[in-house]
């Protein structure tokens, strides 16, 4: 294989839910839904399929989710972009992740990235020849100075930096960033002249009245900001992979110079149903966050009932617990053994970091129905 690849590990996410196949375990493990999301929708792909949406739709997106994303920053957040020049479709937001990061990174750049990780982030960083650097973002909602306090940002910064890849609602940790945190980000950012890359694929999905704030929405970020989010998470269609970018026209075009020989265009059949989607169910989102919230709490309580640790997430479809006083070496030991002792997968956090902080970190998710939830709390009751 190509030294772009040395050092990437298999994706763990796959590598956990082969071991659930293989082994009948509860899949806590990767981020998927077992409820797919509104029938409405999948009425809307299944026409675009009869009424010929068949052939290659336009490589920036077809006009209608363009502007359905548009109206949508427009709505939520107060953000205009042009549907024209500052909108692009992607084929999910893993292409938009990989298409910012391959036309804005040379070799050599630096690029600031929260560990915990998503993990094509890295991925994509190396294919692209940039190198990062990664900020520990605490799990201390009371953290002097907040989650990513100005001194571990300046620590990870260089001359050489280019881009700051930030997420929230954070996967894994389900921390979403408070105004004050992301002004502190901002600031950072705008003194380094940095690209923020914002990925906010769980902008809807926030518990106990937590707002998600875009950090383009901060006094001079929308001009150096691009925002990728799709309709994975908000309308529970994971597998569709119909994601988009937005930003200054400068920024959505450098992306779509990549997109251009990575994929050309994006499957064009989803794109009318999700165009329908924030079109039509605009409401949908923040009523699946508060049936999350529910099972947040269900499997946050069952947790601590047992006895373990656990950081109750405001946001995404994670929870995350610290099992150091358990006795296991690391989180990948704990969780390599768990489908035998207790029937349950999860995920270890240790390869979304570059430090030791996450060494004995382990994310389960709740994006499952409560039997779901309810037999693994049963299982690990029985088995830890
Ligand atoms: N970013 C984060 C933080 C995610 O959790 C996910 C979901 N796997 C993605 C990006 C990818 O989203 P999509 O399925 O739209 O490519
Ligand atoms: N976002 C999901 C998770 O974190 C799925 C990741 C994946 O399958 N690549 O579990």
């Excluded at 990925?199 to 707002?211: I, K, M, P, S």
């Amino acid at each position: 294989t190509a030294r772009r690849l040395d050092g990437i590990p298999p994706t763990i996410f796959s590598q956990m839910s082969a071991l659930a196949v293989a082994t009948g375990a509860v899949n806590l493990g990767q981020g998927f839904p077992d409820v797919d999301g509104p029938e409405r929708i999948i009425e809307e792909a299944v026409s675009a399929l009869h009424d010929g949406r068949n052939q290659y739709a336009p490589g920036p997106g077809i006009p209608a989710l363009r502007e359905a994303v548009a109206a949508h920053q427009q709505r939520h957040y107060d953000l205009t972009f042009d549907p024209a020049r500052e909108v692009a479709v992607t084929t999910g937001a893993t292409e938009g992740i990989a298409t910012a990061i391959l036309a804005l990174v040379d070799p050599g750049d630096e690029v600031i990235l929260v560990e915990p990780y998503y993990d094509s982030y890295p991925a994509m960083v190396q294919f692209a020849g940039g190198v990062r650097r990664p900020v520990t973002l605490s799990l201390d909602a009371s953290a002097e100075g907040g989650r990513l306090p100005r001194e571990a940002l300046e620590a990870a910064a260089s001359e050489k930096s280019k881009m700051l890849l930030l997420n929230s609602p954070h996967n894994p940790t389900g921390t979403v960033l408070t105004r004050e945190e992301l002004e502190t980000v901002a600031t950072f950012a705008r003194d380094h002249d940095l690209v923020v890359v914002s990925d906010e694929v769980y902008e809807h999905l926030t518990f106990d009245g937590t707002d998600h704030i875009p950090i383009a929405t901060l006094p001079g970020m929308r001009e150096r900001t691009l925002t990728l989010s799709s309709i994975g998470k908000s309308f529970s269609f994971t597998g569709w992979k119909v994601g988009w970018a937005t930003g200054p026209e400068h920024l959505v075009q450098a992306l779509l110079g990549a997109k251009q020989w990575m994929t050309f265009t994006s499957g064009a059949p989803l794109q009318p149903a999700a165009a329908y989607a924030l079109d039509h169910l605009d409401r949908w989102p923040k009523e699946l966050a508060l049936d999350l919230q529910e099972r947040r709490d269900l499997l946050c309580d069952g947790l601590k009932q047992i006895g373990l640790d656990v950081t109750i997430p405001e946001g995404t479809y994670f929870a995350v617990s610290d099992i150091s006083d358990l006795g296991w070496r690391d989180g990948l030991e704990f969780c390599e053994a768990l489908p035998d002792r207790a029937g349950v997968v999860a995920i270890p956090l240790q390869g979304f970091y570059d430090s030791d902080a996450g060494k004995h970190l382990v994310r389960w998710t709740f994006t499952k129905q409560r039997d779901v939830i309810e037999e693994a709390l049963d299982r690990l009751a029985r088995g830890t």
